[in-house]
């Protein structure tokens, strides 16, 4: 079989549950819907660092955090002068582009340095938010709108308004033609038109719909806040029993959300998505328009997903559903046939095995074959582990998961939950006091795995989960996101 193109289609905090083929009966998704249709969708998939960075470069590397070193956004875990791909290996760009492929990027890649050769031939970054002007300046979108619609590059927060208004519901301050998503599919669907010599792969990164929630006219209205259902909230003491999540909340001003609020979000968080699926309908007619289009290759997944109110929580870096699950759909007609489900453990990490796999020539990594566990050829995972922030602070916590089970360690107290996610969908209810065999099963899973990683090793003492005496984390607020403008406070101007 002649090489298949290799497509990649990303979206930033985007919930597991909220693909309508998929079981979600309010939300609007035709175009996602069509690759499920034409794919396979796996049902346990998961983001074992549930925030930007971490999760990217998993994605690009293939490799775990405690191998890539970043567990949060702030930064890499390890202090010693080596690159990263000197640490892990060729980026997914690079090793595509060594089997013969044309590799393209477009859209949020969220690198450390912003501007990181990721190794693309060709590469059009568009970020969420800027630390100055140069970064500003070099961002594709950015320029896009500042050379070729010079009358909105007066808007500071060309993707909506953050600080006080994070999760606050609004509209897009561009037309739907103009957002940064029409722009990356807009982009997208060129490079798949014009690559005819080389098998290509491209991945497109949307930023939405990551809030700020603020989709563009008409899709601000076309869903009603009354047909939405409140948050599903359990008991405050297990939903907060990581204390990162109030912590979060008071951040970034969403510590009193109510259920009405909670809504009109969500309604606007839909909104988003259905755009977002336009856009994402315009470069699968792209594809369908090429001549190979049954050998290519695509991929849809998220980094992460959002409570969006759920556990009395907002945004991620949880080991909740809300937060870790991930949709993930596989689709490849020349190979596999559509319209199916699957139930294997799926981590990040798989996507570079499934995009070099596809040339014949699997690299694995941290991750493991996924293309040979859907042939039979290869086994599939037994656990999951997923990991946040730095091992051996009071901050690090831990998940392992398996088909059934879920045990989440927190080092703030050195607190344990145990879900059964077959029995309790909601994971609302503890099973750790009430199965202490099953709890103590797990915990040694965990120390087991810590104890085999020097990058994790100091997560453990005394051959135990390390922990520390509760301490509640100081709050503060998030007072201004974007700096490219200088300004860093709320300022007074009068």
């Known amino acids: 079989m002649k090489k298949?193109?290799?497509?990649?289609?990303?979206?930033?905090?985007?919930?597991?549950?909220?693909?309508?083929?998929?079981?979600?009966?309010?939300?609007?998704?035709?175009?996602?819907?069509?690759?499920?249709?034409?794919?396979?969708?796996?049902?346990?998939?998961?983001?074992?660092?549930?925030?930007?960075?971490?999760?990217?470069?998993?994605?690009?590397?293939?490799?775990?955090?405690y191998s890539h070193g970043y567990f949060k956004n702030a930064g890499t875990v390890f202090t010693d002068k080596k690159t990263m791909e000197e640490r892990c290996g060729d980026y997914i760009a690079k090793a595509m582009s060594k089997m013969g492929y044309y590799t393209f990027g477009i859209g949020k890649f969220h690198a450390?340095?912003?501007?990181?050769?990721?190794?693309?031939?060709?590469?059009?970054?568009?970020?969420?938010?800027?630390?100055?002007?140069?970064?500003?300046?070099?961002?594709?979108?950015?320029?896009?709108?500042?050379?070729e619609h010079p009358e909105y590059s007066h808007i500071e927060q060309l993707h909506g308004e953050r600080t006080e208004m994070y999760y606050m519901p609004q509209m897009s301050p561009l037309p739907a033609d103009l957002t940064v998503e029409a722009w990356a599919a807009g982009v997208a669907k060129k490079q798949i038109t014009q690559c005819k010599d080389k098998p290509y792969f491209g991945f497109v990164s949307f930023i939405g719909p990551h809030p700020p929630c603020a989709p563009p006219v008409p899709f601000n209205r076309i869903y009603n806040p009354d047909n939405i259902p409140n948050p599903v909230k359990g008991n405050i003491d297990i939903d907060h029993a990581d204390d990162f999540l109030p912590w979060m909340n008071y951040l970034i001003w969403a510590e009193d959300i109510n259920d009405s609020?909670?809504?009109?979000?969500?309604?606007?968080?839909?909104?988003?998505?259905?755009?977002?699926?336009?856009?994402?309908?315009?470069?699968?007619?792209?594809?369908?328009?090429?001549?190979?289009?049954?050998?290519?290759?695509?991929?849809?997944?998220?980094?992460?997903?959002?409570?969006?109110?759920?556990?009395?929580?907002?945004?991620?870096?949880?080991?909740?559903?809300?937060?870790?699950?991930?949709?993930?759909?596989?689709?490849?007609?020349?190979?596999?046939?559509?319209?199916?489900?699957?139930?294997?453990?799926?981590?990040?990490?798989?996507?570079?095995?499934?995009?070099?796999?596809?040339?014949?020539?699997?690299?694995?990594?941290?991750?493991?074959?996924?293309?040979?566990?859907?042939?039979?050829?290869?086994?599939?995972?037994?656990?999951?582990?997923?990991?946040?922030?730095?091992?051996?602070?009071?901050?690090?916590?831990?998940?392992?998961?398996?088909?059934?089970?879920?045990?989440i360690y927190i080092a703030n107290g050195g607190r344990e939950l145990l879900f059964d996610n077959i029995n309790d969908k909601n994971e609302h209810i503890d099973l750790s006091g009430k199965h202490p065999e099953l709890t103590a099963k797990y915990r040694g899973i965990a120390v087991n795995k810590i104890t085999c990683n020097d990058n994790l090793s100091l997560a453990v003492e005394n051959n135990n989960l390390k922990q520390f005496e509760f301490s509640p984390y100081k709050r503060f607020r998030i007072h201004q996101f974007d700096l490219s403008k200088g300004i860093k406070n709320f300022d007074d101007i009068f």
Not at 118 to 142: P, T
């Open 112 to 147: 450390c340095p912003y501007n990181e050769d990721l190794g693309y031939d060709y590469y059009a970054q568009s970020e969420e938010l800027y630390v100055n002007m140069e970064q500003r300046n070099f961002d594709a979108y950015a320029s896009f709108i500042a050379d």
């Open 261 to 407: 609020h909670a809504r009109v979000l969500k309604a606007r968080y839909y909104g988003e998505i259905t755009y977002i699926d336009t856009c994402i309908g315009k470069i699968l007619d792209a594809v369908v328009e090429t001549e190979d289009a049954d050998n290519t290759l695509i991929c849809f997944f998220s980094d992460h997903g959002d409570h969006l109110g759920d556990h009395h929580s907002w945004q991620k870096e949880s080991f909740f559903d809300g937060s870790c699950r991930i949709p993930f759909i596989l689709s490849w007609p020349a190979r596999f046939a559509g319209d199916t489900e699957n139930d294997a453990l799926v981590s990040l990490a798989e996507l570079f095995s499934i995009a070099t796999g596809a040339t014949g020539n699997c690299i694995t990594r941290d991750g493991i074959d996924i293309l040979g566990v859907l042939e039979g050829k290869a086994p599939q995972r037994e656990l999951i582990f997923g990991f946040h922030e730095t091992p051996g602070t009071i901050w690090f916590k831990l998940m392992v998961k398996d088909k059934r089970y879920k045990y």
């Open 4 to 65: 298949p193109n290799v497509l990649f289609i990303m979206c930033d905090q985007f919930r597991f549950d909220a693909i309508a083929s998929l079981g979600n009966g309010i939300v609007k998704t035709p175009n996602i819907d069509r690759l499920v249709k034409r794919g396979i969708s796996f049902k346990n998939a998961y983001s074992t660092c549930p925030v930007c960075v971490p999760a990217r470069y998993t994605i690009r590397t293939g490799s775990e955090p």
